[in-house]
């Protein structure tokens, strides 16, 4: 597995792409933004002309792209074009890092293994800050041996690697976290909030509920409200991080999957209500924490 073609080179794509240039190996690499392509070059990656070019000679193929229908396309192509399983040679490792519906990860493994092909479903957490840092961690849905196979790449950038299940188990479990995720924000956003609303030092308050039954993840490494925890996007205008729109993708997505199985979630159905009204009025590229904002502006 020395040569990775990595194909998608975004936010999230293109660290971790030169994560795996440090790592040693040989990164051949494509995205339909020409400048994105040539700061990886930069990095010390090779670059193609289409996506079954980065593919054709490659050990591994690792995918980070927007949606399902991408991710579809890339893979098994179209009535007018060839998807990589089709050119690549059999013992190619696909592994798509993208967040997209079980579904489509389910129907692309099927296809995979019915030309002798193993693809995971390998979703990720951590943010763009984990993605530079090569601490992601990846939510893996698909084979034990497309699981093993897997190891040596995704160590190289990330921390955690966890197996869900069988094919599209991994986008279910990351679904299921962002979720909970979103909640948890909303709900320590509104908290913070009523406390400063009461005339209490928001930092003050964070540490007493950190050390409570409120405790959660977003007042230990992600505090939403301005100038309570440094290195955090609430203290920068809330730029970097991880935007209100992919929160909306990935709420929309969870909506999707409940109702297949008629799971009833009603926090999950509010927190997207709420950040589908954040992102119309204009947030959509802040982090989602400036959700904070909107308690804020309800409460003056």
């Known amino acids: 597995m020395s040569t990775v073609a990595f194909i998608g080179l975004g936010n999230m794509g293109g660290p971790m792409a030169v994560n795996l240039i440090k790592a040693g190996f040989t990164v051949k690499v494509f995205d339909l933004v020409p400048a994105a392509m040539h700061a990886l070059a930069q990095q010390g990656a090779l670059t193609a002309n289409s996506a079954c070019g980065a593919a054709a000679s490659a050990d591994v193929v690792v995918s980070m792209l927007p949606a399902g229908k991408h991710v579809r396309s890339l893979y098994i192509g179209d009535a007018d074009n060839k998807g990589i399983i089709d050119i690549v040679a059999k013992d190619t490792l696909l592994i798509d890092c993208s967040t997209i519906d079980a579904g489509s990860a389910q129907a692309v493994s099927k296809y995979a293994a019915d ?116 290195a955090v996007p609430s203290s920068n205008n809330y730029q970097g991080g991880f935007m209100v729109d992919l929160m909306v993708k990935d709420l929309g997505l969870a909506q999707q999957a409940a109702l297949l199985t008629n799971s009833s979630t009603p926090m999950g159905a509010l927190a997207r209500s709420l950040y589908v009204n954040h992102a119309r009025q204009g947030n959509g590229k802040r982090d989602f924490s400036s959700i904070f904002e909107q308690f804020a502006t309800l409460n003056r």
Request: with cysteine.
């Open 115 to 230: 030309k002798g092909l193993t693809f995971i479903d390998a979703p990720v957490s951590g943010g763009t800050a984990g993605a530079a840092a090569g601490t992601l961690t990846f939510i893996c849905g698909g084979s034990d041996r497309g699981f093993e196979l897997a190891q040596r790449p995704l160590t190289a950038m990330g921390s955690n690697i966890f197996h869900a299940g069988g094919a599209g188990a991994g986008q279910v479990a990351k679904i299921c976290n962002n979720m909970l995720l979103s909640v948890l924000m909303v709900a320590t956003s509104e908290s913070l909030q009523m406390g400063v609303d009461h005339g209490l030092d928001p930092k003050v308050l964070s540490d007493i509920m950190k050390v409570s039954s409120g405790g959660n993840w977003t007042l230990d490494k992600y505090n939403p409200c301005p100038d309570v925890m440094a």
